[in-house]
Nanobody, 118 residues
Framework: QVQLVESGGGLVQPGGSLRLSCAPS????????MNWYRQAPGKQRELVAT???????HYADSVKGRFTISRDNAKSTVYLQMNSLKPEDTAVYYC????????????WGQGTQVTVSS
């Protein structure tokens, strides 16, 4: 059974930092593109950051220069380092694992709440 377990969310003041982690189990982690999405109340889920199998990264314009996605294949973990947090970053953050070859697959975590507020 595949599980994606996120951790690291919480309450932080504007300008602060948080690091999210996601450790999938039940998959061969290195075969998957890893994404972080977020969904704020009343808004659609949006793609925040992507890291490919080859460790290329892509970011939403709203987080460029502030967020960094990384992966550690030895630990089967993907991270999202979030700096200079703003109130508009408040959302539930979801980890997503995607594979397009060798049998398509798409898995989601349960989400972790990030609240940026003074």
């Amino acid at each position: 059974q595949v599980q994606l377990v996120e951790s690291g969310g919480g309450l932080v003041q504007p300008g602060g930092s948080l690091r999210l982690s996601c450790a999938p189990s039940g998959i061969i982690f290195s075969f998957y593109i890893m994404n972080w999405y977020r969904q704020a109340p009343g808004k659609q889920r949006e793609l925040v950051a992507t890291i490919t199998i080859g460790a290329s990264t892509h970011y939403a314009d709203s987080v460029k220069g502030r967020f960094t996605i990384s992966r550690d294949n030895a630990k089967s973990t993907v991270y999202l380092q979030m700096n200079s947090l703003k109130p508009e970053d408040t959302a539930v953050y979801y980890c997503n694992a995607v594979r397009y070859s060798g049998g398509a697959a798409n898995y989601w975590g349960q989400g972790t709440q990030v609240t940026v507020s003074s």
